[in-house]
């Protein structure tokens, strides 16, 4: 008890428990759970918290305000005004209860699956919804079931664009993160409906579709009772070749594999259990045949996966690594399928990165599933017990005979035929092999770009086994104990990964060594016995020869890996006796002239001292024997010899140098206890627990030995250091600084946990050189180095450094030290230095413990008023005032005292004097841990009145009497007001965490009137109530509260009557004291009630950095006490931090906001930078700034204003706060288009730049906004407001409320529509305008292209400003007319056909001409039938009246959903909405003139040697001819013709813009209209399409036919008479006529008609390719080239799964049921029959070879290289998997082919396809077949050659079916 009160003096508060109510009976679990941690967090503290019932009502009040604000509608601003304010109270980690956490959460659900909600608040409600459901344990299925189809629905519709939509939005992005936080409440019950959704979409040649409805399926689809779905999807995933698809499924299956260690998750009963109240009843449910009595789980051979899915996995596995092939690619060729996908898949959220998915999918598989297999490295096991089967009897062991001996079988024959496995398990063998299979590969000689993936699956690898070894040691884990993970499995795993860990840590890539080193440290908490030995071994050369840096750098980060291993221990116990060895081999690590290697020691040595005490044990318990050993009492006879040998010449342990300690294992007789757990050399041998105590309580004889060489080390580096740089920079460069940092923090830590022995000794080495030496260079290291021994003992520290300091400081003043005046940075003084040197000392001596500075108060005092007044040079008044600011920071603030390893109480208790060895490494529990606290005392708070009022006080009556009239304002006087400036501020900076001045009832209701919010309702202004932070002046009444609010009143006002003064002066020469003015505005502003507003973000990186960095498993529950503290200190700041989020905005802080406006637009650039960031960050703080700000901003921009000032305001502008705001608050729209605009006149060049910069950032900020949501009732939402509504109290659920501030919200809204009609109606005028610049021209236009919005009429005066400007000379300005019209006609059309306001939001189109038809009992011959159809003339009479078009697939090539959308066949013309008839007349009016088109055409035909159509172009002329039928055609045609008779490029692709245009608009006339267009285009096609044609023409009408058949009806009259005229050709053609280009030209066209209609183009398909198979030898190399592109195409095109019937349900059954049948047709391709015939020819052709160069000519090159190309470009594509059909039988050709000498491009082709075969999982029945065929040729082939490249061939292919592996190697 003695020990405890010198340790905690009364003033000094212990934390204790504040006042929280007992449980309630109605408390859950979860919040059990959260009030007991509330309760630690809350012990934590030095003072009493909020009670729970008090919390709960501030709760119940925002709850009301936001369901308040979602049923009043109050979107934008009220909603994510309370938001913020429930993200603040989750902040403080009180519990929140089930039942409001369930209604908050349908609350924000609700609100982002509303059609056409604002992106701010769907982006802030789904992190809100995700931060309510984030927990597995506070909510499950069974307490929240939501609706998945919302969600899907915004989704599905915003992913891909319309061809003339062109906005990007985040509602893709939004919605998809909504879904993937929302699945685990989608009810299992909708797997089916699901299904029946998604299945049908997928279309196997789109890749676009294949992984869209891939993401839906893995991201909706619920996590439980995959039974149902996963069959489908592994048959899905095998036929697919693709990266994004194999990345996607990995994630999810890793998901799955995590998941299901739980057999009791996918029980079917468990569904029928769940409550269907999600809004809708499953619209899908099949017949359930998985319902049994002994559901067991999903577990199948390996994990949840059978046999042959897992061996899949495995090749996805190796694939993923990166690996290279013999031709430089990779073991997969999914990456180049890949550039297929649209833009468009890019917008969803990345899935978990594939290495860390196919770790968990490893780890989460392992179960002791099968018979083990010897230890790794042993020949033979070591069973213990005679007679065993497994063991080879000993001879003379028993009184058997020699020949029993000899003749003993190794294993009984039962065993021979049972397979072994690693540890037992299948998944841990399949990864041991693939590891030794990519051995070479982790080498530093053979590191690639593969190696940070190898190295990174490892790193994922242990961590994720880590994570469910100690998930599965939880009393609550529910993983069967027979499946659970197994020791032997722990150490074979270690084994397994132990030597390419070792292998990787010296790679020379950061990235390499990263993850190894996270490796290592994972497995030492595995099996630490295994991995430090082999560490240390390498350790030693290392450290002792420092000759080679990159080995040394990357042992010193193993060892840093593994250095829980020698400090715990509890993890290892026979650990610690290497720590002083390797601290003294560390010590020469310590060198400036390698900084890195000085950081990774330094790193080092801090992860050690952390955990342990650095003190002298040796002479507690006995005597020290001599210099290079001991002799122990623990040992007896018979104990095994030990000792730890010291290198020759090892000096004493009190000497200040060092010699390294070589490490000497102990050498122990391993003769008995051998386990057979372990092999030779496997790991050390252990010693007992005594000996092991003994051996480390010598080691410790040596820590003073390393701490004085470890001081002494730092001193050199210190006078090592370059000279420092000017004020406010650090000593040399960042290298130099970060150096610094790092040694300081190592030292801080070592001080703190050495004894009193040697914290003596360090004090006196440190202070014998801090007065005895002077180093100018080293002020910050000294500095640092003071405070590490204040950290440690304040008292000791201030009783040897204070009087010395304080001394030498007064008398260098006295002698004329820091006298020259200077207020500018610049280099310090020789005379000045002593004078710096001590007060850097003296400062570091502050670090802690305001108290211990009681009795040296009066020194102090007269001290600070010496240098107030002596220290005239700038650094001499910064060292001065920070010297004030570390006094009253040290006696005001609320602090922990200390942060050692263990408690206080045990750190001084006389067992841990004595044994302290035994508890390093420890970790505690949350609650374990004793924080003691620095309060302030009364005598503090005394001595700080008392420097306020002795030093504070008159310096700051000094700085008024410089503001006097008559006072002369030269260099003393700016530099008097600089330096007594400095005292005051930093003075007021010390005091932040005294008090909080609060403003008055009046202010804050006034403030909360005059927001930035506008036209919000008070009500919905959310505002912050004060919570306690212990605040120690909180006492209204106390006269030393309102002393120093006097002193903050003189403060601010001195400080606005300067700011004028100073404004006034204007001249150059005061800028140094206009920074100082502005640097006091922001300690006055923003330090007030916390020492730093910005301390919790730095606090929350810092306590995650160093979690992460003290994390050795995941879901780890014990930690380090110092990470307890530091969570203390943020749970401390994040209270400071709430108290402090909002201040109150007065008329004070009011009149300091506008002196910054004036400063930030001062002349000098100097002073308007830091104003204007102030002012930016206090905008952020104090609400209503920019209101207040922008108004001056926009005066300042007016005509002949100075160009600095004009700069200032433009700057300032450009700050995200101020521009954001200017063009998001409708209110200030038109004034920022009205001002900024008018900034024209001024040519200045640099004005102009940053004028850019606005502009550019104005339209990124001003989006289109959705007024529709306003009027959207969503009877969802409404329900979840409610149930909110009824959580809270009654006085709360205010309907009256409700109703007021809906009316207020809806004028609010008009006055925004308002505003947006005049900002309209200015932008059309700046448009108009002769005198606009071009560049101001098309800003305006595009912003005007954003004012068009879906649910707003647009007006004539819009329409008659943009039709001009599309025949304009600027390009942009063409552009973006071009797409304003086409933005307006769509909403147009949009508005025309749909009356409900959600269809408006999401821009859904509901033709009148659109009809769902329903497929009733599809067979096998319906998708044969829909796709003849397609082949037969239509009957446009009974289109009319029948559904029979259909322009987009939706479904049918896996199956069919249950009703599809058809189209009727026009009648007659569209009728538009009648507010927009005014809009298209004066449309019309200008495109029904010619001279319009032949402006047009001039153009379209500019110079740009495209060689394509611009699709913008021909969507602008479809939209003319859409909107306005064939009104246009007469006066169109002239220019169409006049284009089409050029023959020249430009003018051919203006051409086929406009003809597709005009072809795509025609699609709604009526059928006489659409007759006489096709009566004019069939005579002219021929013409177009082939006698015209040119080279550098023919990708113009290639993408003109892309665009015309794509997502069109090919019975359509356009499409259909292209076809026709397409297939005619096609048979006609001459294609090795003297000319290649006809032939070219024709299959170019063919090729791009297959690509647009997609898998319907297979009806046209059989003629062409009897056609093409007949040119395979073709005499021309570029027809071979399209025909190649031609077979890869078709075979893809006719790629069809083949379900006995064509529907989802019969599609998931089979794909259960048949395992053995290709539903998904991998295998059989139509084209198989046709190459089967071809192979016999290439045999014939190969003897008809021509000789020698003539041989390329020869039907058998001409041929082989077709097939080649067109196969490896099947293996590059989706079909992949499907290619090895063709493969295997061509292999013996393909071998034949790769040794051809005299045809070098046909060798070189065959080897790349038979090298990419290997990058594609082959089918599981065809690897058979293809090993056989390599073995044949190995066999049978006479070339050494072939046989030379057959047999790399297997590498690859023996990785995927493991059980061809014997008879490979019996054969080879």
């Not at 009963?269 to 009595?293: C, F, H, N, T, Y």
């Not at 309580?697 to 003073?704: A, I, Q, Y």
């Not at 038109?1230 to 040519?1243: P, R």
Request: charged share 25%; proline share 6%; net charge neutral.
């Amino acid at each position: 008890m003695e020990n405890k009160h010198k340790l905690i003096p009364s003033n000094l508060a212990r934390s204790r428990p504040g006042y929280l109510p007992p449980f309630t009976s109605s408390t859950t679990k979860d919040e059990e759970r959260s009030i007991r941690k509330l309760k630690h967090v809350a012990a934590s503290l030095p003072y009493k918290i909020e009670s729970e019932e008090e919390m709960q009502r501030r709760l119940n009040v925002i709850s009301a305000r936001l369901a308040q604000a979602v049923e009043s509608r109050d979107y934008d601003y009220g909603l994510l005004q309370w938001d913020s304010m429930l993200a603040s109270w989750m902040e403080l980690k009180y519990p929140l209860p089930r039942k409001k956490r369930i209604a908050l959460a349908k609350l924000f659900y609700q609100i982002c699956v509303v059609p056409g909600m604002p992106h701010d608040t769907v982006s802030a409600c789904m992190d809100t919804f995700s931060m309510l459901t984030r927990s597995k344990k506070k909510l499950g299925i069974q307490d929240l079931r939501l609706p998945w189809r919302p969600v899907y629905d915004i989704l599905s519709r915003d992913l891909f664009f319309k061809r003339r939509q062109f906005e990007f939005t985040q509602t893709a992005y939004n919605m998809a993160y909504v879904a993937e936080s929302a699945r685990k409440f989608f009810s299992p019950a909708c797997i089916d409906e699901m299904l029946q959704e998604f299945i049908p979409h997928i279309i196997g040649n789109n890749l676009d579709r294949i992984l869209a409805n891939q993401y839906y399926l893995v991201t909706f689809l619920p996590l439980s009772h995959p039974q149902r779905y996963l069959p489908t999807m592994m048959r899905l995933w095998g036929a697919v070749n693709s990266y994004a698809y194999d990345e996607r499924m990995l994630s999810f299956i890793s998901k799955l594999s995590e998941m299901h260690v739980d057999p009791t998750i996918s029980d079917p009963k468990v569904v029928e259990q769940i409550p269907m109240d999600w809004g809708e009843a499953p619209r899908v449910q099949w017949p359930k045949q998985d319902l049994s009595d002994d559901w067991k789980g999903l577990y199948k051979d390996v994990g949840i996966f059978a046999e042959d899915e897992w061996s899949f996995i495995m090749c996805k596995c190796l694939a993923s690594m990166q690996i290279p092939l013999a031709d430089a690619g990779s073991l997969t060729t999914g990456p180049s399928t890949d550039g297929q996908a649209g833009y468009e898949i890019g917008r969803l959220p990345r899935c978990t990165w594939r290495i860390a998915s196919l770790a968990r999918i490893i780890v989460y598989s392992m179960t002791p599933d099968g018979v083990p297999a010897p230890a790794s490295g042993a020949a033979t096991p070591f069973t213990p017990g005679i007679g065993s089967p497994l063991m080879t009897p000993l001879l003379g062991s028993s009184p058997a005979s020699i020949s029993d001996y000899f003749s003993a079988p190794l294993m009984s024959k039962t065993r021979l035929k049972e397979r072994k496995y690693l540890g037992g398990s299948k998944a841990l063998d399949s990864l041991s092999k693939l590891i030794m299979s990519c051995e070479s590969f982790f080498h530093p000689t053979n590191s690639g770009n593969w190696t940070g993936d190898l190295t990174a699956f490892v790193k994922y690898i242990v961590f994720e086994f880590n994570k469910r070894w100690h998930e599965e040691l939880q009393p609550d884990s529910k993983v069967p104990k027979a499946r659970r993970l197994t020791p032997l499995m722990r150490r074979e795993l270690v084994r397994c990964l132990r030597t390419v860990c070792l292998l990787s840590i010296f790679s020379s890539d950061s990235t390499t060594t990263g993850n190894v080193q996270s490796a290592l440290k994972s497995m030492i908490s595995m099996e630490p016995d295994l991995i430090l030995p082999s560490i240390l071994e390498r350790a030693v050369e290392a450290l002792e020869t420092l000759t080679e840096t990159q080995r040394t750098l990357a042992i010193i980060k193993g060892l840093s890996a593994v250095c829980t291993g020698m400090t715990s221990r509890d993890m290892y116990y026979p650990g610690a006796k290497h720590i002083s060895p390797v601290l003294e081999l560390l010590i020469p690590g310590i060198d400036l002239n390698d900084p890195t290697k000085t950081i990774c020691t330094s790193s080092l040595i801090k992860d050690v001292a952390q955990f342990i005490k650095f003190g002298d044990l040796t002479e507690f318990n006995f005597a020290v024997s001599g210099a290079n050993g001991f002799a122990s009492p623990l040992q007896a006879a018979g104990t095994p010899s030990y000792h730890l040998n010291s290198a020759p010449g090892t000096p004493s342990r009190m000497s200040g140098t060092s010699t390294p300690t070589r490490i000497v294992l102990p050498v122990i007789n391993i003769g008995y206890g051998f386990t057979g757990d372990e092999t030779p050399n496997d790991s050390e041998p252990r010693l007992s627990d005594h000996e092991e105590d003994a051996l480390v309580k010598e080691s410790t004889s040596t820590f003073s030995n390393f701490v004085t060489s470890w001081f002494h080390r730092v001193i050199k580096l210190m006078e090592s250091l370059p000279e420092e740089g000017q004020p406010g920079t650090r000593a040399g460069g960042e290298e130099e600084a970060g150096v610094i940092d790092n040694i300081g923090s190592t030292s801080m830590l070592i001080c703190q946990h050495l004894s009193d022995q040697l914290f003596d000794l360090v004090l006196n080495q440190l202070h014998e050189y801090a007065t005895t030496c002077v180093r100018p260079n080293a002020l910050r290291a000294i500095h640092q180095l003071a405070e590490c021994l204040a950290n440690a003992n304040p008292k000791k520290t201030l009783e040897r450094f204070m009087p010395h300091c304080l001394q030498h400081i007064k008398t260098e003043l006295e002698h004329g030290a820091s006298s020259q005046r200077t207020t500018s940075s610049s280099e310090a003084l020789p005379s000045d230095a002593t004078l710096h040197w001590n007060l850097a000392i003296l400062r570091g001596a502050m670090y802690k413990d305001g108290r211990e500075l009681l009795p040296y108060k009066q020194e102090l005092k007269e001290t600070l008023m010496l240098l107030v007044d002596k220290t005239l040079s700038k650094r001499g008044y910064q060292w001065g005032s920070r010297l004030l600011y570390s006094v009253l920071l040290a006696c005001t603030n609320t602090y922990p005292l200390e942060d050692r390893f263990v408690n206080p109480d045990e750190w001084n208790g006389t067992a841990f004097l004595h044994s302290h060895h035994k508890k390093w490494g420890k970790l505690y529990r949350m609650g374990e841990t004793f924080i003691s606290w620095h309060v302030p005392s009364q005598p503090e708070l005394d001595f700080v009145m008392e420097l306020f009022d002795d030093v504070v006080s008159p310096t700051l009556g000094k700085l008024e009497d410089l503001l006097a009239d008559n006072v002369t304002r030269d260099l003393a006087w700016r530099s008097d007001f600089c330096r007594l400036l400095s005292y005051v501020q930093e003075a007021f900076s010390g005091i932040a965490g005294l008090m909080k001045e609060d403003a008055t009832k009046e202010e804050k209701e006034l403030y909360y009137a005059n927001t930035d919010l506008p036209e919000s309702l008070p009500e919905m202004v959310a505002w912050t109530a004060q919570i306690e932070v212990n605040y120690p002046l909180r006492d209204e009444k106390d006269l030393r509260r309102q002393k120093l609010l006097e002193h903050r009143r003189r403060f601010r006002e001195f400080l606005l009557k300067s700011s004028q003064v100073l404004r006034q002066q204007g001249e150059e020469n005061t800028v140094d004291a206009i920074h100082m003015v502005i640097s006091s505005f922001r300690t006055y502003l923003l330090e007030n009630g916390a020492p730093d507003i910005e301390d919790w973000g730095s606090l929350r990186n810092r306590y995650s950095n160093e979690k992460n960095v003290a994390r050795n498993y995941a879901g780890q529950q014990e930690w380090p006490r110092s990470l307890w503290i530091l969570h203390a200190r943020f749970y401390q700041a994040t209270r400071m931090r709430a108290n402090n989020i909002e201040r109150i905005r007065t008329k004070v802080e009011d009149s300091i906001i506008d002196e910054l406006i004036e400063w930030s637009m001062y002349i000098y650039a100097t002073v308007r930078i830091p104003a204007q960031n102030l002012l930016s960050r206090i905008s952020e703080v104090y609400d209503g700034v920019r209101r207040r700000v922008l108004p001056k901003v926009y005066e300042a921009l007016a005509p002949g204003t100075d160009d600095d000032r004009l700069k200032g305001a433009l700057y300032l502008l450009h700050y995200s706060n101020f521009g954001k705001y200017a063009v998001t608050d409708l209110r200030q729209f038109s004034l920022f288009i009205k001002h900024v605009f008018a900034c024209q006149h001024n040519e200045k060049p640099s004005i102009q730049n940053i004028i850019s910069a606005i502009f550019d950032s104005a339209l990124n900020n001003f989006i289109e906004r959705c007024h529709s949501i306003y009027r959207t009732h969503s009877q969802p939402l409404i329900d979840a407001a409610e149930e909110i509504l009824n959580t809270v109290p009654e006085p709360l659920r205010d309907r009256d409320f409700i109703k007021r501030n809906f009316e207020h919200c809806r004028n609010r809204e008009n006055t925004f529509l308002q505003s947006l009609q005049q900002a309209s109606e200015a932008l059309l005028a700046i448009g108009n305008s002769t005198s606009t610049h071009w560049r101001y021209h098309i800003v305006a236009l595009r912003i005007i292209r954003t004012l068009i919005q879906k649910d707003v009429t647009n007006t004539t005066a819009e329409m008659k400003y943009l039709i001009p400007k599309v025949t304009d000379d600027h390009p942009s300005i063409r552009y973006y007319s071009q797409r304003a019209i086409m933005k307006m006609t769509r909403y147009i059309k949009i508005r025309t056909f749909t009356q409900r306001e959600e269809d408006i939001s999401l821009q859904i189109n509901r033709s009148p001409l659109r009809r769902m038809v329903p497929i009733h009992q599809p067979s096998e011959h319906t998708t044969d039938k829909y796709l003849a159809d397609f082949m037969q003339p239509l009957d446009w009479v009974l289109a009319q009246d029948q559904p029979l078009l259909q322009d987009k697939m939706s479904s049918g090539w896996l199956a069919w959903e249950e009703q599809v959308s058809l189209r009727l066949a026009p009648s007659s013309s569209i009728e538009w909405e009648p507010a927009s008839q005014a809009v298209f007349d004066e449309f019309r009016l200008s495109c029904l003139k010619p001279e319009f088109w032949e402006a047009l055409k001039v153009h379209y035909a500019e110079e740009n040697q495209s060689s394509s159509v611009n699709w913008d172009n021909v969507s602008f002329v479809k939209t003319i001819f859409q909107v306005l039928g064939n009104s246009p055609w007469e006066a169109f045609l002239p220019t169409l013709e006049k284009l089409l008779a050029d023959k020249e490029q430009n003018k051919q692709r203006a051409a086929a813009e406009l003809l597709a245009g005009v072809i795509a608009g025609s699609k709604n006339w009526d059928f006489p209209a659409q007759n006489k267009l096709k009566e004019w285009l069939s005579p002219q096609l021929p013409t177009i399409l082939g006698q015209n044609l040119k080279t550098d023409t023919l990708g113009i009408w290639t993408s003109f036919i892309e665009y015309t058949l794509g997502n069109r009806d090919p019975r359509r009259i356009f499409p259909q008479l292209i076809i026709e005229f397409l297939m005619r050709e096609n048979q006609t053609m001459e294609y090795n006529q003297e000319l290649s280009f006809d032939a070219i030209r024709i299959c170019c066209f063919t090729q791009s008609m297959a690509e647009a209609l997609g898998w319907r183009f297979r009806p046209w398909i059989g003629p062409i390719v009897d056609r093409h198979w007949q040119e395979l030898a073709s005499d021309h190399d570029e027809v071979r080239a399209y025909i190649a592109d031609a077979l890869q195409l078709f075979d893809k095109i006719m790629w069809r799964p083949k379900p006995s019937v064509p529907t989802v349900e019969v599609v998931v059954r089979e794909c259960q049921t048949l395992s053995e049948n290709d539903i998904m047709s991998i295998r059989n391709f139509p084209l198989s029959g046709r190459f089967q015939e071809l192979l016999p020819r290439f045999a014939q052709w190969r003897t008809e070879r021509l000789p020698g160069a003539r041989a390329i000519h020869s039907t058998y090159d001409r041929a082989a290289t077709t097939v080649l190309k067109w196969l490896f470009m099947a293996l590059h594509d989706i079909q992949a998997t499907s290619t090895y059909d063709y493969i295997v039988p061509f292999v013996p050709e393909l071998l034949h082919m790769s040794e051809l000498n005299d045809n070098v491009d046909l060798a070189s082709r065959a080897g790349y396809l038979l090298t990419r075969t290997c990058g594609v999982s082959p089918p599981r029945e065809l690897i058979p077949q293809f090993l056989e065929a390599i073995f044949t040729s190995i066999k049978e082939s006479p070339s050494w050659r072939i046989r030379l490249k057959a047999l790399p061939l297997l590498q690859g292919e023996l990785t995927s079916e493991k059980k061809e592996r014997k008879r490979c190697y019996r054969t080879m």
